[in-house]
């Protein structure tokens, strides 16, 4: 079930879309990696996501306002598989697991995050 409580931290009052929990959904989430005539998918682990941004976990620090692409797997709740275009807004240390990023979505292969409206309680 996905929920859309308010999140309460640093930077939240600034929010222009709700943000959904993705902890409990089975979604995940694959940064995607270029090398070569070759492509491979870095898992990173989901924590929320909105109309305008998502926020993961990542054993990697990523360069802020660098652009990287990600694979949405969320087949779970809405049957979707996306691709994303993503712009990092900030980093974090987070131990023991790597770090936490916050990114803003600038370009993804279709509108999807609607239908989240639907699955709401």
Not at 62 to 90: H, M, N, S, V
Not at 93 to 112: D, K, L, V
């Amino acid at each position: 079930m996905l929920t859309a409580e308010p999140m309460n931290y640093r930077g939240s009052e600034r929010r222009r879309h709700k943000r959904f929990d993705m902890d409990a959904t089975g979604s995940k989430l694959a940064r995607i990696e270029r090398g070569g005539s070759s492509l491979t998918l870095q898992g990173c682990g989901l924590v929320n996501l909105s109309f305008g941004g998502m926020c993961f976990h990542s054993t990697k620090e990523l360069e802020p306002e660098g652009q990287y692409d990600f694979l949405i797997d969320l087949r779970a709740p809405l049957k979707e598989l996306i691709f994303a275009r993503c712009t990092i807004r900030w980093v974090r240390s987070f131990e023991p697991r790597g770090w936490i990023i916050g990114s803003a979505i600038i370009e993804s292969n279709r509108a999807w995050l609607g239908a989240f409206d639907l699955h709401v309680h």
